[in-house]
């Protein structure tokens, strides 16, 4: 079974919105990633977030974790065209190997002219 | 730097032929990893290694060996392929871990779209 799960699956906003997707694991993390993955293409680090921060900031990126609710999220702002990707959330639990780094399904997002 | 490489980028096999998928990184990475990736599914870990010598398996490894002679190479063997084995392949490599943070970004392949007839 996956440690991390994003929601929503898919989303679809006009460009200028925001665009929040969520992701949720299950046990407890050293540090929680996002990943963009444009089609066709390999996996690109966006941002890391540590299990003893609550909040990071790239960019137009912000990023939250809560560990009590084991759920992080990912905020784009002010969208363009560009952000039109699938994002992954990438875990690895606390008690396992450093390479064991386990992703999410993704949530894919499009962005309306 | 060419960064992670991957070859070759597109494979057709016959049921039961092997094959071996070619992943190399030149950032001096102690951790590789190899991934699967289903259509409008995640990735799923295969095997990993945390060094040259030290392999291990990850989420759905059946059907697939390793090895890793050298830091920078983690090829990747399809001992007998089978349809179920069509995917895209993802390599990626990582320093580890890092005391600040933990684990650090993973740096990927451009992927190996492998059809299995």
């Known amino acids: 079974s996956q440690q991390g799960e994003e929601d929503p699956q898919a989303l679809s906003i006009q460009e200028g919105e925001n665009a929040t997707m969520n992701c949720s694991y299950k046990?407890?993390?050293?540090?929680l990633q996002w990943y963009r993955q444009n089609s066709g293409r390999g996996l690109v680090h966006l941002i890391l977030i540590r299990s003893n921060e609550r909040e990071k900031h790239s960019g137009r990126l912000r990023v939250t974790l809560d560990t009590s609710k084991k759920s992080s999220s990912l905020l784009i702002t002010a969208s363009r065209a560009a952000d039109t990707a699938s994002y992954f959330c990438a875990t690895k639990t606390r008690y396992s190997s450093a390479s064991k780094i386990i992703f999410g399904s993704g949530t894919r997002l499009s962005i309306r002219p | 730097n060419a960064g992670v490489t991957q070859t070759p980028k597109f494979q057709v096999l016959k049921t039961g032929q092997s094959m071996t998928l070619q992943c190399a990184q030149d950032?001096?990475?102690?951790?590789m990893s190899w991934y699967r990736q289903d259509p409008g599914m995640g990735l799923r870990l295969i095997h990993y290694?945390?060094?040259?010598?030290?392999?291990d398996q990850g989420e759905v490894p059946n059907g697939y060996n390793v090895s890793r002679s050298t830091t920078e190479d983690f090829p990747l063997r399809l001992l007998s392929a089978a349809p179920s084995q069509t995917s895209v392949y993802f390599c990626a490599s990582s320093y580890g871990y890092d005391r600040g943070q933990g684990y650090t970004e993973a740096f990927f392949g451009q992927g190996t779209r492998l059809t299995v007839v």
């Open positions: 046990t407890s993390i050293n540090n």
């Open positions: 290694s945390v060094g040259a010598g030290i392999t």
């Open positions: 950032m001096n990475h102690e951790y």
